[in-house]
């Protein structure tokens, strides 16, 4: 079946997912899509799967427009997805989700699809046995069940969003071989992935995406600095910055694990010094949020040790961290930081730690309008956090942190800000360093770190797979690291 | 200004909804409408007397509506309170039992009033500790504790407590006059409930605005997840604020068997806990809106007594109308909401 997209678009607002991609995924292939996060590959797939709606452009399956809304009308044209968490029934056994969507009225028909069932497990190699609960299953034995079913449903072109993260080896190997074998049967597979190494063993073909736009389309065999530079971009040069001399440590983690994200956090051993800027590189969902809630006390680890400035933190409460001068700062500033519905004057009165009974009203509301003048904030103290720009929240939570903190942990902390205001929180936080508070920081713009960080710690699938002082490295060991080249 | 605006055109909004399905059951039911409406004018406020008993009513919904401002504030559904205003009625009446010869009242009422909050309070912490210690939902720890709460009630009132030779529905001893709170016998009402009430309010209104526990309950609830920014530890607020709550329905209960039965019954609590939960959510949790809702309510409930004799209408019609009410004002709300939801994508669109 002949897939072509058409200068599609998909805005959010100001924001342009997909700004007109154009490609042609031809029957009997497979075919990747690659590019780093926030690329627009998964906006791109839900929209060929009917997840998600277009701003404009034209579907052609077979020479022939489609116009269809729902992944069920999808599912009729021949087009199905594989989402990156399995959409099943984890209390019913394999058999009973391979039947859902397949069987209808009171007729028994588990016999005639318990056979169904079997040769195509056979048929694929794969390792599943009809009568185990979903629930025990692991996440590659899901993603095997989920392939089948859609097959079942005569899928003609198979999407795959990231179907290599959380599985096994082994399971890869089985994934893939099934990939192949679908394809050489005349069906078309598009595997879409920031998994340099996965695309190239797998696809026919490869197109790249980067801010929307289709960067470019490469036939094997691949060079993979042409393909790390459609990813990425050229880097501009790197500004530098006054030297800041480092004392203490700070922060020492020793073989913490920590659970979450995507993929967890295994065998962390790392040490950070007082007036150091770390940047942590990697795509996102790597490990980066999972450390950066540990060293803040937001979540406990299973496993492993953390001293801050010398004496051990793990399994304390949260005010222990606080009170050792950490601070951290999430990503969703209006979910995990701010309080919507609050006005930054109460936000204020929140942050004073005096000892009275009563709100100093009046204290909270003089603190919110100097301190809105001297972050530059777009409101007034009545404001209620929620109306304001993210740029302005961003302000706003680097203006309720305390002054002697010790280790300030943030997670993207320009992320959705324009240039001129994310060049101004960098600025606020050089002064930080300057004072010999460490800074912490998570970001998926290369670029970035290696202007304003000390020292890169490279993330992928959960562990630590670099750690370099900035001037030691360069943008190509490091794109190569972040997709798990060291 | 706009949103006053916007505030009572919801009003007015519910207002019709509400009887226009009031009367459209009035009519199924085959009674005059406002023949009904005009009784239930009447059998509240149509004189001191009545207008007394309104007001026996509205105090204990209005302190009850009070005390789950605290728990609405930081999210908390304290369906619990019910509950709580029957301990708080268990345990005025254990004190008082050491009274029954009527010596030192004063000292024997104020300690009643004193052991009436803390078993509330008790009680709400119960529920409070399921929640922040065992993850229990506070609606089903709540609710369990209810139907233990009338359990403990009906076991006392049959078995320990009950009246020499006798055990009946109709509660236990009554207490000796020097235990009953003083009242105007004209209306029957007492000023100290009355007094009680009005510190309350006051007391509710300046601890939500300004001190800092309100602040903090206020912040907890509207974000929980962001609690860690502000060194906040939301398990103790939370429990703070159940104390509260309990300790005004335990209030209540105090003055349910001092001020108006003058003993224990099975029904002491008269549902007054549920009724306060749909008074708060009416009066959109603002403390000075929830007292005239709370009046409101104590009208309809008086009123309708007399419609069975009057109408041969059944009394529950105040039920109907209250639960129409609260479903219209969530519709209403909910419709409103909606909108602005559509508003905002089209503006993002």
Known sequence: MWIELKDIHKHYGSVKANNGVTLTVKPGTIHGILGENGAGKSTLMKILAGYIGKTSGKILVNGSVEDYHTPAQAAKLGIGMLYQEPLDFPPLTVLDNFMIGQTWGIKNQKNFFRKELESLINHFDFTLYADDTVKRLTVGERQQLEILRLLALGI?????????????????????????????????VILVSHKLQDSEALCDTITILREGVVTGAVDQPYDEDTLLEMMFGVPPGTPSRSAVEYGETVLSMKQVCGTGGRTGLSDCTVSIKQGEMVGLAGLEGSGQGVFLRLAGGITQPPAGSIELLGEEVQGKSLHAFKKAGVVFLPTSRLEEGLMPGLSITEHFALQSHDDGFFVKWHEASETAQTRIKKFRVMGTPESAVESLSGGNQQRLLLSLLSKDSSLLLLEQPTRGLDVESANWVWQHLHKYCLRRTSVVFSSSDLDEILMVADRVLVFFDGRIVKDVRKNETNIDELTRAIVGRV | MEIFIRYSREFILTLIVVFAFTTLILLLAGAPPLA??????????????????????????????????????????????????????????????????????????CAAFVAG?????????????????????????????????????????????????????????????????????????????????????????????????????????????????????????????????????????????????????????????????????????????????????????????????????????SGVIQGALVLAALAVHAWRMRSKLLEEQADYE
């Open chain 1, 156 to 188: 003609e072109v198979l999407i795959l969003d990231e179907p290599t993260t959380g599985i096994s080896r082994e399971q890869k190997e089985a994934l893939f071989q099934a990939l192949r074998k679908f394809a050489s049967e005349g069906k078309s």
């Open chain 2, 117 to 317: 909050i803390a078993g509330g309070a008790i009680w709400a912490l119960i529920a409070g500790y399921l929640k922040t210690k065992g993850g229990i939902h506070e609606i089903f720890a709540g609710l369990g504790l209810n139907f233990v709460a009338q359990a403990i009630i009906l076991w006392l009132i049959f078995g320990p407590w009950k009246r020499s030779g006798i055990a009946s529905m109709s509660g236990t001893e009554l207490l000796p006059r020097e235990l009953w709170l003083p009242y105007v016998s004209h209306i029957r009402l007492s000023p100290v409930g009355l007094t009680l009430v009005a510190i309350a309010i006051v007391v509710t209104a300046l601890m939500l605005r300004y001190t800092k526990t309100g602040l903090y309950l206020r912040a907890i609830g509207s974000n929980l997840n962001a609690a860690h920014m502000f060194d906040l530890d939301p398990r103790i607020y939370m429990l703070i604020a159940m104390i509260f709550a309990g300790g005004f329905a335990g209030l209540a209960g105090s003055i349910q068997v001092t001020g108006v039965y003058h003993r224990l019954l099975p029904a002491i609590s008269s549902n007054y806990g549920y009724l306060a939960l749909l008074v708060v959510m009416l009066s959109n949790y603002n403390v000075w809106v929830s007292p005239a809702v709370a009046f409101f309510f104590a009208c309809l409930n008086v009123g309708s007594i007399q419609l069975p004799m009057m109408l041969q209408l059944d009394s529950s019609l």
């Open chain 2, 36 to 109: 009904a409406y005009y009784q239930i004018f009447k059998g509240s406020l149509g004189s001191w007397m009545k207008l007394g008993h309104v007001i026996r009513v509205w105090i204990p919904l209005t302190l009850c509506s009070c005390g789950l401002l605290y728990t609405f504030r930081i999210n908390l559904w304290n369906i619990g309170v019910e509950g709580q205003v029957m301990m708080g009625a268990v345990f005025t009446t254990f004190v008082l039992r050491f009274g029954m010869d009527g010596h030192m009242p004063l000292m024997y009422l």
